[in-house]
């Protein structure tokens, strides 16, 4: 955002009161998708507008996370067939088995 020509950095937030979801389910994925990064105290902002983020290795258990997120993105947006999913999840769990 850019505001009369100056760069600014806007961090917006919301809480979702469980109580007020509908079911399980929904109570559920709003408390997956709220669980904050281990790895964000890397991405400290100290004020420095020309700072660049300097992403950690991630190790394995990361690396799984992020692409079974991605996956469950790609069905509920209806870009990737549910079937097709699970087999990928399969995949991903097998090359773990190595680790």
Same mark, same amino acid.
Request: aromatic share 4%; with cysteine.
């Given at each position: 955002?850019?505001?009369?020509?100056?760069?600014?950095f806007a961090l917006t937030c919301r809480y979702i009161?469980?109580?007020? !979801? #509908?079911?399980d389910q929904q109570r559920e994925d709003a408390r997956?998708?709220? =669980?904050?990064? %281990?790895?964000?105290? #890397?991405? =400290?902002?100290? /004020? #420095?507008?020309? %700072?660049?983020?300097?992403?950690?290795?991630?190790?394995?258990?990361?690396?799984?996370?992020?692409?079974?997120?991605?996956?469950?993105? $790609?069905?509920? %947006? /209806?870009? !990737? #067939? $549910?079937n097709i999913a699970i087999n990928m999840v399969k995949?991903? !769990?097998? $090359?773990?088995?190595?680790?």
């Amino acid at each position: 955002m850019k505001p009369t020509g100056i760069l600014r950095f806007a961090l917006t937030c919301r809480y979702i009161i469980p109580e007020t !979801l #509908d079911n399980d389910q929904q109570r559920e994925d709003a408390r997956r998708k709220s =669980v904050v990064p %281990a790895h964000l105290a #890397d991405y =400290v902002y100290n /004020g #420095d507008i020309n %700072a660049k983020a300097i992403k950690q290795a991630k190790g394995p258990l990361e690396d799984t996370t992020e692409e079974l997120n991605h996956i469950e993105a $790609r069905v509920k %947006a /209806g870009m !990737l #067939d $549910r079937n097709i999913a699970i087999n990928m999840v399969k995949e991903r !769990l097998a $090359r773990m088995e190595g680790i």
